[in-house]
């Protein structure tokens, strides 16, 4: 017969049972130390931002003002020699459309010159005479002859 051997405990017996969670019992990151890093990642932000950033951005701006300082009497230039050229077109088809009227003569209103000033300087022409001989539909296709830097309200 098969003799029976009960196991028993190791000598001085099991270790006590942990019932207990084992963690903290407080988190590691509290409220103080959240708001100083939240209030230190702000302020190191803010210092890249103006230290870093907007210094740049204002030497940028500046650069371009500069550049469309020195080049805006070329724009305008040009812009001028486009109105005249237009005004000369006009001038030029309203001769041919006027050629066989009576006592007609270019640039007058019923004779009275149209682009006449006492002071003999230039004048920026009226949209409706820059657009005198224009279709009404290809009125918008024309750049617009105005001076470039004026707001559009």
């Known amino acids: 017969m098969a003799s029976f051997r009960q196991e028993m405990p190791p000598e001085g ?16 990151w ?9 209030i230190g990642v702000t302020v190191l932000g803010h210092i890249h931002q103006y230290g870093y950033i ?34 000369r077109k006009n001038r030029d088809m309203e001769n041919e459309l006027m050629k066989d009227v009576p006592g007609w ?3 007058t209103y019923y004779g009275v010159p149209v682009y006449y000033n006492l002071a003999g300087r230039w004048m920026e022409p009226d949209y409706k005479d820059f657009y ?19 707001p559009v309200w």
């Open 54 to 87: 907007k210094p740049r951005q204002w030497k940028r701006k500046l650069e371009r003002g500069d550049a469309r300082i020195a080049i805006e009497p070329f724009l305008v230039a040009e812009r001028d020699r486009m109105v005249l050229k237009h005004m």
């Open 132 to 150: 005198a001989h224009s279709k009404t539909k290809d009125i918008g296709s024309f750049p617009n002859f105005r001076n470039h830097l004026e």
């Open 30 to 38: 509290g409220g103080y130390r959240l708001v100083a890093a939240l």
């Open 105 to 107: 003569v270019t640039g």
């Open 13 to 28: 017996g099991y270790g006590p049972i942990e019932w207990v969670k084992q963690a903290r019992a407080r988190p590691h």
